[in-house]
């Protein structure tokens, strides 16, 4: 297989498939397995029409699975910073122990 760059925009990793394995795998496994089947059949049909249409619906199933994935991102980030933010400092919990 060909390697080429990740589909994730901002993704410097080689894919050999539509995402990078890091990807691949933080996708729902049911929106991977789709991407991965709809690619195979995408890649095994004959008729020119057929295949440009379903490259296209490729095309938008992978634009999906790009916002999935970035909304994914957003709320890791967003839960991280929120945790970062709302954890006691570091000897606050010591000095009202004393009190």
Same mark, same amino acid.
């Given at each position: 297989?060909?390697?080429?760059?990740?589909?994730m925009p901002t993704c410097p990793k080689p894919a050999t498939?539509? /995402?990078?394995?890091?990807?691949y795998i933080a996708l729902p496994p049911k929106e991977a397995?789709?991407?991965?089947?709809?690619?195979?059949?995408?890649?095994?049909?004959?008729?020119?029409?057929?295949?440009?249409?379903?490259?296209?619906?490729?095309?938008?199933?992978?634009? *999906?699975?790009?916002?999935?994935? *970035?909304?994914?991102?957003?709320?890791?980030?967003?839960?991280?910073?929120?945790?970062?933010?709302?954890?006691?400092?570091?000897?606050?919990?010591?000095?009202?122990? /004393?009190?």
């Amino acid at each position: 297989m060909n390697s080429h760059p990740c589909a994730m925009p901002t993704c410097p990793k080689p894919a050999t498939g539509i /995402f990078c394995p890091d990807h691949y795998i933080a996708l729902p496994p049911k929106e991977a397995l789709w991407l991965v089947r709809w690619q195979i059949k995408t890649l095994r049909c004959e008729d020119a029409d057929t295949k440009q249409h379903m490259q296209d619906q490729l095309h938008g199933y992978t634009a *999906q699975a790009i916002r999935t994935l *970035q909304s994914a991102e957003a709320i890791s980030q967003a839960a991280t910073a929120s945790a970062r933010r709302d954890a006691p400092a570091a000897g606050a919990n010591e000095q009202s122990s /004393f009190l």
